[in-house]
């Protein structure tokens, strides 16, 4: 670790923090449907989309419709990226002739894209034509990311309203989180992009000529694009294979930095629009203090594992130099572009959110630095998380610690105003159960069966990871990999597909059972034993509660895999 690495991390969060705040105050008038400055020309297309979509914006639903609308929604979407990429070797804009999508591939893909996950069992440059990259992938780049954010603010109206039936309209919210603030972002994003060298046009694959005379073909297409909405929704699907490590996916440093500044800013921003939202600018600092500060924690101990390199390199007389692209450090798997730090940051935060973008293969990282974004994804999607979710699921976490605090002073517990009673906590329980449930359901599965066996690359206690890394990916919707583990099977095909799935709606469905029952309750004033939170004592308590509940969970998989190749690599043990 170097001060110029230590930089660029404050320089990151710096950046970070000066966007979210005013994109917050933004979408919160958006979504109390306060004029904005776009009204004037978002206003009339808004009123056109809800006219053709035959969509009433001013009759509002009880929580089942929402969730109903929101389950049917992405069902339709995922049956119609699944038509799209089956029948692609018939459609237009296919200048490579790429052919039909296999039926286990198509299904993984489109469960992966309506849920979020975004994860890639193909390669995109040589597996999906121009129109499938388009209508599939970044169409449902924007809504899956709306239909998170519509979710959240169902569940913010829930504190924000009382003894009402409703939590809005799950349409208008997703017209409106499309319409004005993904595309908007998008489109700034596209262009800059753009100005930074990355390819956006419909032109055929280039075959060129090597010195040595050998034939290579340079893959391109509408990229930028589908970049931009990729990390600003937090999806992370790749244009290209290398993913954000393909020099026409990243191009520069300030590509770079603009991917990783993406990736957190509407999740961050949408923390400051719930303190808007509900009248109260102190809870949004505390939980953005809370996730800022174990994404800080994440990136610091993921820049030192790496800066530090392996201890078998160290014992053959290496010495670990103060510059990231000096020996000693960990390059393996790492653009040399953008060095140790960057690296690290981009990994770090591309696992805190739902992003799973990589610009460096976690499989090539340390043991310790690779269950890094291995854990960020294990506590639930919470450090952030996707656009939406991650706040949906700090807030689960919130009703659990309140719960606990009450427990500590014998009263009912109580999050801003609203009485957290026994249906709330078991409900909070429940989305907390379904990620362990299905990342070690699925993970034993597949260390027991031929099948699963059958796609690690590596012997050990690294295979281990992979597959554990693959399933928490799936849960978390994610989407990152850790490169080393063969998914296109029919096996891991079908199990990765039902963790998504599982990992999007089991949680989706409970979370607005939440908003509707906090909806229908009176607002309790603050009396001198509610316990508060916005202060540092209960940003702490909330930090704890997160790390116990993942650590008594995963921690004795976690000792099988990364720990203990860790401590076998540095007493020189290899697999």
């Given at each position: 670790m170097n001060a110029a690495g230590i930089l660029q991390i404050v320089v990151y969060f710096a950046v970070?923090?000066?966007?979210?705040?005013?994109?917050?105050?933004?979408?919160?008038?958006?979504?109390?449907?306060?004029?904005?400055?776009?009204?004037?020309?978002?206003?009339?297309?808004?009123?056109?989309i809800y006219k053709v979509c035959f969509i009433k914006p001013d009759q509002e639903q009880h929580w089942t419709a929402y969730a109903f609308s929101c389950l049917m929604f992405s069902v339709v979407g995922l049956l119609v990226m699944y038509a799209v990429m089956r029948l692609q070797a018939l459609?237009?804009?296919?200048?490579?002739?790429?052919?039909?999508?296999?039926?286990?591939?198509?299904?993984n893909t489109a469960a992966s894209f309506a849920t979020n996950t975004n994860w890639q069992n193909y390669g995109g440059e040589s597996t999906m034509s121009y129109l499938t990259q388009m209508l599939g992938m970044t169409v449902k780049n924007f809504t899956s990311a709306a239909t998170g954010m519509a979710v959240l603010v169902a569940l913010v109206r829930g504190f924000a309203r009382r003894q009402v039936k409703t939590v809005g309209n799950f349409y208008v919210d997703s017209v409106?989180?499309?319409?004005?603030?993904?595309?908007?972002?998008?489109?700034?994003?596209?262009?800059?992009?753009?100005?930074?060298?990355?390819?956006?046009?419909f032109d055929a694959y280039t075959e060129a000529t090597t010195l040595e005379g050998a034939k290579q073909v340079i893959a391109q297409g509408p990229v930028a694009s589908q970049v931009a909405i990729k990390h600003l929704g937090t999806n992370g699907g790749g244009f290209f294979n290398a993913n954000s490590a393909h020099p026409f996916e990243n191009p520069t440093a300030f590509s770079n930095l603009i991917e990783m500044a993406g990736e957190l800013l509407i999740s961050a921003g949408l923390v400051?629009?719930?303190?808007?939202?509900?009248?109260?600018?102190?809870?949004?600092?505390?939980?953005?203090?809370?996730?800022?500060?174990?994404?800080?924690?994440?990136?610091?101990?993921?820049?030192?594992?790496?800066?530090?390199?392996?201890?078998?390199?160290?014992?053959?007389?290496?010495?670990?130099?103060a510059s990231d692209l000096a020996p000693g450090g960990n390059m393996e798997g790492k653009e040399v572009r953008f060095g140790i730090a960057n690296s690290a940051i981009f990994a770090a935060a591309t696992t805190g959110t739902s992003t799973g973008a990589v610009n460096a293969m976690h499989d090539s990282f340390t043991p310790i630095g690779g269950m890094v974004p291995l854990v960020n994804i294990m506590l639930g999607e919470v450090i952030?998380?996707?656009?939406?979710?991650?706040?949906?699921?700090?807030?689960?976490?919130?009703?659990?610690?309140?719960?606990?605090?009450?427990?500590?002073?014998?009263?009912?517990?109580?999050?801003?105003?609203?009485?957290?009673?026994?249906?709330?906590?078991?409900?909070?329980?429940?989305c907390i159960l379904i990620f362990p449930l299905s990342i070690l359901g699925f993970g034993a599965v597949a260390m027991a069966l031929p099948a699963g066996l059958a796609g690690m690359s590596a012997a050990g206690p690294h295979g281990l990871t992979e597959v554990l890394y693959a399933?928490?990916?799936?849960?978390?919707?994610?989407?990152?990999?850790?490169?080393?583990?063969?998914?296109?099977?029919?096996?891991?095909?079908?199990?990765?597909?039902?963790?998504?799935?599982?990992?999007?709606?089991?949680?989706?469905?409970?979370?607005?059972?939440?908003?509707g029952s906090l909806a229908a309750k009176k607002i309790v004033p603050p009396s001198a034993g509610t316990f508060p939170t916005h202060g540092m004592l209960f940003i702490g308590l909330l930090i704890a509660v997160i790390v116990v509940i993942g650590g008594l969970t995963f921690f004795p998989v976690l000792a099988l895999g990364p720990i203990v190749e860790h401590l076998a690599l540095a007493a020189g043990t290899l697999f």
């Open positions: 970070l923090t000066a966007g979210a705040i005013p994109l917050g105050a933004y979408m919160a008038r958006v979504y109390s449907a306060e004029r904005t400055w776009l009204d004037p020309v978002l206003k009339p297309i808004e009123r056109i459609l237009p804009l296919n200048p490579a002739s790429q052919v039909a999508v296999a039926p286990d591939l198509a299904f409106r989180s499309i319409l004005y603030v993904l595309l908007p972002l998008a489109i700034v994003v596209t262009l800059a992009l753009v100005w930074q060298g990355m390819p956006q046009s400051f629009a719930f303190g808007r939202m509900i009248g109260d600018r102190r809870q949004a600092r505390a939980l953005y203090l809370a996730m800022s500060t174990m994404l800080v924690i994440g990136i610091g101990v993921c820049y030192w594992a790496e800066a530090a390199g392996n201890p078998l390199v160290q014992a053959m007389g290496v010495d670990v130099a952030f998380g996707g656009v939406g979710c991650g706040l949906h699921g700090m807030i689960v976490f919130v009703i659990i610690a309140v719960f606990i605090a009450g427990l500590m002073v014998g009263r009912t517990p109580e999050y801003l105003g609203k009485k957290m009673e026994s249906k709330e906590v078991k409900l909070a329980v429940l399933y928490s990916s799936a849960t978390g919707n994610n989407g990152s990999a850790f490169a080393g583990l063969s998914g296109n099977t029919l096996f891991y095909n079908t199990t990765l597909a039902a963790a998504m799935l599982i990992g999007r709606f089991l949680i989706i469905v409970p979370t607005l059972a939440i908003a």
